[in-house]
């Protein structure tokens, strides 16, 4: 695909969605929740993310990695992402993330997160272009990731998990925690592992 074809799959007529009061019973969006850690964790923790949020990338560079260590990778927290579009271009990088499948979705997204700086400047069609060489480096096939990035279907059902989910949790900004049930703001590593212990 072109990459002006690739842009104009993408850009859909989405972003109107996000201000709509749409009610949803249940979620039959068949979108599933990208998750680290194990099921039976006694921690819960859901972060709510941005992929061209700055404070996201921030947090995924200065508290994730320890976080990971210390509490998913020992059991202590079953960690999941969902991620919020505030610009069709956080809807684009996830679109790139979860075509990787659930293997490489936080791979994806570390590299999306570490690199956001690069790709996430310029026109539309740079940005797409940026994105798409991201789906390649990790490895995705490229029949593969144009037919992700085409999936306008796929791509409306996204908007609306999001904006369920974003209801749901009432989440106005990014990053945000929901831990065991109950609203946790953004923070260093030290006071996010201090309210950690103190649930186990």
């Known amino acids: 695909m072109k990459r002006r074809e690739f842009t104009a799959a993408l850009t859909l007529s989405l972003i109107p969605a996000f201000t709509g009061g749409i009610a949803f019973a249940q979620d039959e969006s068949g979108i599933k929740d990208m998750t680290l850690g194990a099921d039976d964790a006694p921690i819960t923790v859901i972060e709510y993310a941005s992929y061209t949020c700055p404070h996201c990338a921030n947090f995924h560079k200065a508290v994730f990695d320890k976080l990971k260590e210390n509490y998913i990778d020992t059991g202590k ?33 570390d590299m999306l997160y570490d690199t956001q700086s690069e790709w996430a400047k310029g026109e539309p069609a740079d940005i797409a272009e940026n994105l798409r060489k991201i789906g390649l480096k990790a490895g995705i096939e490229q029949d593969a990731l144009d037919a992700c990035m085409a999936d306008g279907e796929t791509a409306q059902k996204l908007v609306e998990w999001y904006q369920k989910n974003a209801t749901a949790d009432d989440i106005t900004g990014t990053p ?25």
């Open 77 to 109: 927290v079953k960690f999941i992402y969902r991620e919020v579009y505030f610009d069709r271009y956080g809807l684009w990088a996830s679109m790139i993330a979860r075509c990787g499948g659930d293997m490489r979705f936080f791979g994806i997204s």
């Open 176 to 200: 945000s925690f929901i831990i065991n049930g109950e609203p946790f703001g953004n923070a260093n590593y030290e006071d996010f592992s201090k309210h950690l212990d103190s649930l186990l």
